[in-house]
């Protein structure tokens, strides 16, 4: 039944920022010239565009984060058993934190962590 | 102990007897999105306000004092002029995303209020899942960020965009274990259940050691996902102007503002949940007669008492620490603060399994 209040939430959220930028729009019609649609730069016109080739490092972090953001989801059912399990829970994640572990360890080896 | 259960089930009883199912069901919708977008509205005033007055105070100055008694209603003059002013789309940008990402992240900071707990029995949603929801839903909001970033086709919303998406994912790891010790020692994902098991003392004091460095980890983890000094890369004003919301103006600007506002609110409701007992009043153990006494102040009281005074340390934060490059910001992350987690969780689990704590 209360996923019944999230939509009412999301419409909410949608109401406000439209209602917002609505009154916005009616309220100041604007005018237009070529200056105001350029990209700010501080004044400068951009050389480059930005829809190009990034730092790959950016990509290294996204993937690492994958393997242990999986590894996370993982550990919120197992943490809401520890207490009834008992000492079979912890001899249980301590293989597999060290399982995960040891690719971090190959991550930190290769160089992954460093930024360049 | 107050409980604003009996005001709620009157409203319920009422409605259902002169609405029919359908009708109070709808009009339960009404109430929740008026409370909702108020609580935005309030909390938007009353936070942007109180970062200036505190920054002001750090500072050795008076801060906005101009409008209003004490300069209370510059920031509804602050909406006021954003309102009116105009609502920039540049030439080059991709017109379509960039008009959908503060909607994204006004969505995402709305639906993480659902399983909040603001006093005793005054809840949106208590689903059964809270603390992974959490998660889970404000692990969106990067989604918005790097979709403003990557719209505006400029080079500082870009590379703030993409600093703020590895640093959120970075600390969010952090951030989760942190919780998870709480899971641990309670047992339970739900939100009700979590504030109820530190009726006779919060999981700080009770909690022992690893709950302490669990609060610490989460704090900082937090400001980290926030975007807020000293982990303010994302929007370094000296370097990247704005960030991902350099090409933003009007309303769509305030509507990020908003956002990110809310979200600070949101984590320190969070951490006053799991760490600090929710809306539970300082419990100590056997002390009835203490308890007793501390049950008079209402719940609500309590419970945004324990957020703002979390608000207020971040926002101390950010004026006593300088500012982090991206590199020692990762390895602060991926170097301390995951291994540390990672063997805080396996203190905690050792600690909760053999009944150490109190």
Redesign the interface.
């Known amino acids: 039944m209360?996923?019944?209040?999230?939509?009412?939430?999301?419409?909410?959220?949608?109401?406000?920022?439209?209602g917002?930028?609505l009154?916005?729009?009616l309220?100041?019609k604007?005018s237009k010239n070529p200056q105001?649609?350029?990209?700010?730069?501080?004044g400068i016109a951009?050389i480059?565009?930005?829809?190009h080739q990034?730092?790959v490092?950016?990509y290294l972090?996204?993937l690492?984060?994958l393997i242990?953001?999986v590894e996370?989801i993982f550990?919120?059912p197992w943490?809401?058993?520890?207490?009834?399990m008992?000492?079979v829970?912890?001899v249980e994640?301590?293989i597999f934190?060290f399982i995960l572990?040891l690719g971090?360890l190959y991550a930190?080896k290769k160089g992954a962590?460093?930024?360049m | 102990m107050f409980s604003l259960k009996s005001i709620t089930d009157s409203i319920q009883v009422w409605l259902s007897a002169n609405l029919g199912a359908t009708g109070a069901?709808i009009a339960?919708?009404?109430i929740?999105?008026l409370l909702?977008?108020a609580l935005?509205a309030v909390l938007g005033l009353v936070l942007v306000l109180m970062e200036r007055k505190v920054a002001a105070r750090m500072q050795v100055r008076l801060g906005p004092n101009r409008v209003g008694p004490w300069g209370s209603m510059q920031t509804a003059a602050d909406t006021l002029k954003?309102?009116?002013?105009?609502?920039?789309t540049?030439?080059?940008a991709d017109k379509f995303l960039f008009n959908l990402a503060?909607?994204i992240v006004?969505?995402v900071?709305?639906?993480l209020?659902?399983p909040i707990a603001y006093a005793n029995n005054f809840q949106?949603?208590?689903?059964n899942i809270g603390?992974?929801y959490v998660t889970a839903v404000s692990s969106l909001g990067v989604i918005g960020i790097l979709m403003a970033g990557?719209a505006?086709?400029?080079?500082?919303?870009?590379?703030g965009a993409?600093r703020s998406?590895?640093q959120i994912?970075?600390y969010?790891?952090s951030a989760?274990?942190a919780i998870?010790t709480i899971?641990?020692l309670t047992?339970?994902?739900q939100i009700s259940e979590i504030v109820q098991s530190q009726a006779d003392g919060w999981w700080i004091f009770k909690g022992h050691i690893p709950a302490i460095i669990a609060f610490i980890i989460f704090i900082i983890a937090v400001t980290a996902e926030t975007n807020r000094a000293p982990f303010d890369l994302a929007e370094a004003e000296s370097e990247l102007?704005a960030g991902f919301h350099?090409?933003y103006s009007?309303?769509?600007f305030?509507?990020f503002f908003l956002a990110e506002y809310i979200n600070i609110f949101i984590v320190c409701a969070i951490g006053a949940t799991l760490f600090l007992g929710g809306w539970m009043p300082l419990h100590i153990g056997n002390w009835q007669a203490f308890n007793h006494i501390m049950d008079y102040i209402p719940s609500s009281v309590w419970f945004f008492g324990k957020v703002f005074f979390l608000i207020f340390l971040i926002m101390w934060f950010r004026w006593t620490f300088p500012r982090l490059r991206?590199?020692q910001l990762?390895?602060l992350e991926?170097?301390y603060l995951?291994p540390i987690s990672?063997f805080n969780?396996?203190l905690v689990?050792?600690i909760?399994?053999l009944g150490w704590h109190f």
Request: with cysteine; net charge negative.
């Open positions: 209360g996923a019944v209040y999230l939509i009412a939430l999301i419409v909410a959220a949608v109401a406000f920022s439209a917002g930028i009154i916005g729009k309220l100041n604007g105001k649609g350029e990209p700010y730069e501080c951009p480059v565009s930005p829809w990034f730092n490092g950016y972090f996204a690492l984060f242990f953001d996370l550990m919120y943490a809401t058993v520890v207490k009834e008992g000492m829970a912890l994640i301590v934190i572990f971090f930190h962590l460093k930024w | 069901l339960q919708c009404v929740v999105i909702a977008i935005f954003l309102i009116v002013k105009e609502g920039l540049p030439d080059g503060p909607y006004m969505i900071a709305m639906l209020l659902a949106i949603w208590d689903i603390v992974l990557w505006s086709n400029n080079n500082y919303s870009l590379l993409m998406g590895a994912v970075s969010e790891l989760g274990l998870l899971v641990v047992g339970s994902l102007t350099t090409e009007g309303m769509k305030a509507l991206v590199d990762l390895n991926w170097k995951l990672l969780l396996l689990t050792m909760a399994i």
